[in-house]
């Protein structure tokens, strides 16, 4: 019982990461119907300038406070990914707007290998370890063990989703969002600017991915070139698992995809009867991933393809 | 107001409009008839920035805006409806109604997230706009419903309330009676009686000739892409180049 409840809140943990990343998928398909699947190197990026940041901090001011340092490091990382979101729109997909779907799949996909190997020759091929700055305070839970880091997680996601169900629910530019989601056409003929509003949706997107990547490389101690294209994947899972262009299911589907792979981990060694390790952790995102699209392709809270058209 | 000069569209190698000329004048109410498919609604989508034109000069209040983007056109105070009801909706009919007045409001991402009192007092002057022009299209209390889930004359009357809210001077209208019948009819007569008098110019598309006739103070008959009659409905109504497009000229 005590591991079902500590892999329950390890997945929990993993789970509002991944809905963070999900997100920003979810968001730019309701209203483009695209796989921006630059998004996952969206969420490096972020990650990885934090830490130059907090690197580039603690190495000139060694005494100043973890949290402050880690504050810096979110406030640069946060803008830079929304700047790198609307200029990936601009260049990679709105000059393709009226092409074949097929061919902003593609500039996706160059646009992310660019990004990774940016990255690689900024920082480097390895592993960028995370400074020892936060919190490693330790809480009993029915027998489990939750960290600081890890409620400080959940609770910033769920904090960073409520404001994001606010903005797309109650505000001007939210509504003018879900217009040009129903239909582009109209809401620019009832005088919404589509090409800002789709700017803003990639601006938003990015800013989730960047507090999702300081999230994830906080979580493992950790960053890498190559951690968005795993992450990316998932989330993407993540997002259809939920219903794609569904913003509740991009919250479900991740904090499901995240306790499953979680749980998953946690049995696998029993079920297999030690044949197959917590090593195999990652097949379950891409098991769920196709049993959804087998299953029900729509997602769980998808509406059907055809009602949209 | 409107001026049109000379707009021929074509698509491929058909013809949809050739050399169509019109002008509205402002306060008018002014009618656009003629059989199917005879480019009433394309010269509607030229007008609107939806089409861009193959030839010609569209002006609006003296501005050029053939070829211009759509929500300019909505700018410079020229909104529509749809034929074929185009409402979002998943959105509540309020909701509808606040997205038409989102060019005349101007809260950011920034304000929005924030919250400031200048945002948050812009989001209160929406909703009671949208509220007050719910009522005037005769849809008070029905704000809350879902636009896709009113009944289809209320859709109709949506679309109205939520092309006002763009704060139009011409408000141009694509059928607006179809598939209503009499005496929804004479309400949305009395509703275009109305926006009438409160200053809005009206461009009116209709199949329903007897509306038309009755309301409109000049028609323009299209018919196969070209102008073949305008005037005053009586006149029109009695020209034979329009008896023969109408009856198919047997008559």
């Not at chain 1, 892999?7 to 943990?13: E, F, P, R, T």
């Not at chain 1, 994947?233 to 919250?251: E, Q």
């Not at chain 2, 569209?58 to 759509?70: C, D, F």
């Not at chain 2, 009944?151 to 179809?178: C, F, H, M, N, S």
Request: net charge positive; charged share 15%; aromatic share 6%.
């Amino acid at each position: 019982m005590d591991i079902f409840i500590q892999q329950l809140i390890n997945g929990l943990v993993l789970g509002s990461i991944y809905a963070l990343v999900a997100l920003g998928y979810t968001m730019v398909y309701g209203i483009l119907e695209l796989i921006n699947f630059a998004h996952g190197e969206v969420t490096m990026i972020g990650a990885m300038v934090a830490l130059a940041v907090i690197g580039a901090l603690l190495g000139a001011h060694p005494e100043l406070p973890g949290m402050m340092v880690l504050l810096a490091g979110v406030l640069v990382a946060v803008p830079a990914c929304m700047a790198l979101g609307f200029v990936i729109e601009r260049v990679a997909y709105r000059p393709l707007r009226k092409a074949p779907r097929l061919a902003p799949l593609i500039t996706a996909i160059g646009v992310s290998i660019v990004l990774q190997n940016a990255a690689m020759l900024i920082w480097g091929r390895g592993y960028v370890s995370f400074p020892a700055i936060l919190p490693r305070g330790r809480h009993d839970l029915l027998g489990a063990t939750v960290s600081d880091l890890q409620i400080a997680i959940v609770a910033l996601s769920i904090l960073t989703m409520f404001g994001l169900v606010f903005l797309v629910n109650h505000t001007r530019l939210g509504r003018a969002m879900r217009a040009t989601a129903q239909s582009r056409e109209v809401a620019e003929l009832m005088g919404v600017n589509v090409n800002t509003v789709i700017s803003a949706t990639f601006i938003i997107g990015s800013a989730l991915a960047a507090i999702a990547g300081v999230m994830v490389s906080a979580y493992y101690g950790l960053a890498h070139y190559y951690m968005g294209f795993l992450l990316g994947l998932k989330a993407f899972s993540a997002a259809v698992l939920g219903g794609i262009g569904n913003i509740t299911g991009a919250v479900l589907g991740g904090l499901l995809l995240g306790v499953i792979e979680a749980l998953g981990a946690g049995y696998i060694g029993d079920l297999t009867g030690g044949f197959l390790g917590s090593n195999y952790q990652d097949v379950f995102a891409f098991m769920v991933l196709i049993l959804v699209l087998v299953f029900r392709p729509s997602g769980l809270l998808g509406e059907r393809v055809a009602s949209r058209a | 107001m409107l001026s049109v000069d000379k707009v021929s569209k074509r698509f491929g190698g058909l013809a949809a409009l050739e050399d169509v000329s019109l002008s509205v004048g402002a306060g008018e109410i002014y009618g656009l008839i003629g059989p199917n498919g005879a480019g009433k609604t394309t010269l509607f989508n030229c007008m609107t920035g939806l089409y861009s034109v193959s030839e010609g000069a569209i002006r609006l209040r003296g501005v050029a805006v053939q070829n211009a983007k759509p929500h300019r056109i909505v700018g410079l105070g020229f909104a529509r409806t749809f034929q074929n009801i185009r409402l979002f909706a998943n959105m509540t009919a309020l909701e509808n109604v606040m997205v038409g007045r989102h060019i005349q409001t101007r809260t950011g991402v920034l304000g929005a997230v924030l919250r400031g009192p200048a945002s948050r007092t812009e989001e209160r002057e929406t909703r009671e706009r949208a509220h007050d022009l719910m009522a005037f299209v005769g849809l008070a209390g029905k704000g809350r419903a879902l636009a896709g889930h009113l009944a289809y004359g209320d859709q109709r009357r949506l679309e109205i309330a939520r092309a006002l809210a763009t704060e139009p001077k011409l408000l141009a209208l694509d059928e607006p009676v179809a598939g209503m019948n009499p005496s929804e009819r004479r309400e949305m007569s009395e509703l275009f009686q109305k926006l009438r008098n409160s200053g809005i110019t009206l461009l009116l598309i209709e199949h329903d000739v007897k509306l038309v006739m009755g309301l409109c103070d000049r028609v323009a008959v299209l018919d196969y892409g070209r102008k073949i009659a305008e005037g005053a409905p009586e006149a029109v109504q009695k020209d034979p180049a329009v008896i023969e497009a109408y009856l198919g000229g047997e008559a």
